[in-house]
């Protein structure tokens, strides 16, 4: 009799094995690699309620870093999906190998923020604008810039503040912006007006809104902030708009390429365009942010950008004369 009840036994054990081996078979999960933590949680939180069945596990950095281990981990990824970096460290991750192509489904993502291989897709622009304080124009009877061109006018001196490309990502993407379609000439012209270059991307905007200076140069964000405090300003953009755009791709060769796949389907949705329409400056998916690209002309840069070599000379030609 002794035998049955060992049978039955072995059945069991056999029976909840098998469940364990099955659950753990379908557990759902993605790795994401990301430098924007902030942009990342809310993102996260709108797929998770879209897909509640899938663990999203994910390491936040700095773009630099994140960059780095994935190039280190080419032969053997532990990431599925690696975004919100920006476009030079797009291009850099698709000439390395670490990205294979993938077209979201049903994507509503403008053509120009779609790579041509589709290797990557952009989520968002952040662009450069202008705060210019209309008070401060008033009691100096200055004239509206309407234009970067307007700004190295001599009327201007002493008029504008804009981030150090030193120590700030903002103000390196607008003075290479300028270097790349005006050439240094207009810097070393744009310096003799600058009061102050700021440490931080807001602190162009900050002087302005507080009536120090009468433009700031900053990102889109800050200045439409500013300007729905209070402050008597107005965001201007000169024609050629500085921007950095920012998007991911699907990592060759991930461990859960399925649950990669439907994450960027989600990022290339309305759903998506409407977590990141409340936080940054436009989305790729037209209709949703603060700026409409419709009336913009975003630069797309004519030479590659050594961000090291332009603070050198910088320093040279701005800050040694």
């Not at 649950?259 to 940054?280: H, P, R, T, Y």
Request: aromatic share 8%.
């Amino acid at each position: 009799m002794t035998t049955p009840t060992f049978n039955k036994k072995l059945i069991g054990l056999t029976v909840a094995a098998l469940a364990l081996s099955a659950s753990s078979a379908l557990a759902k999960e993605v790795m994401i690699y990301n430098a924007s933590d902030n942009v990342n949680t809310a993102l996260v939180a709108a797929f998770k309620a879209k897909h509640p069945d899938i663990e999203v596990k994910f390491v936040s950095g700095s773009t630099g870093p994140i960059v780095e281990r994935a190039i280190a981990e080419k032969a053997n990824p532990q990431a599925d999906i690696i975004y919100l970096v920006n476009n030079t460290a797009l291009d850099q991750l698709t000439e390395a190998g670490v990205f294979e192509p993938y077209e979201p489904k049903e994507s509503l993502i403008g053509e120009q923020f779609t790579h041509p291989d589709n290797f990557y897709n952009k989520h968002f622009a952040t662009t450069m604008c202008m705060l210019v304080n209309t008070d401060r124009l008033a009691e100096k009877n200055l004239p509206m810039p309407k234009a970067w061109e307007d700004l190295v006018k001599p009327v201007y001196k002493n008029e504008i503040s804009l981030p150090s490309p030193l120590k700030s990502g903002t103000g390196g993407a607008i003075l290479t912006t300028f270097a790349d379609a005006f050439g240094w000439p207009y810097i070393e012209n744009l310096n003799e007006n600058v009061f102050k270059y700021s440490d931080g991307g807001s602190g162009g905007a900050d002087l302005a809104a507080s009536g120090e200076v009468a433009i700031g140069l900053s990102f889109d964000t800050t200045c439409f902030e500013r300007k729905s405090s209070g402050h008597p300003v107005e965001v201007v953009y000169g024609g050629i708009t500085p921007n950095v755009t920012e998007g991911g791709g699907l990592v060759a060769g991930g461990p859960n390429p399925d649950e990669a796949q439907l994450f960027l389907d989600f990022m290339a949705s309305k759903e998506a365009a409407e977590v990141l329409g409340k936080i940054v400056g436009a989305t790729a998916v037209p209709g949703y942010g603060l700026v409409d690209l419709s009336t913009i002309t975003l630069w797309d840069m004519r030479r590659p950008v050594n961000i090291d070599e332009f603070r050198t000379e910088f320093t040279t030609r701005i800050l040694k004369q």
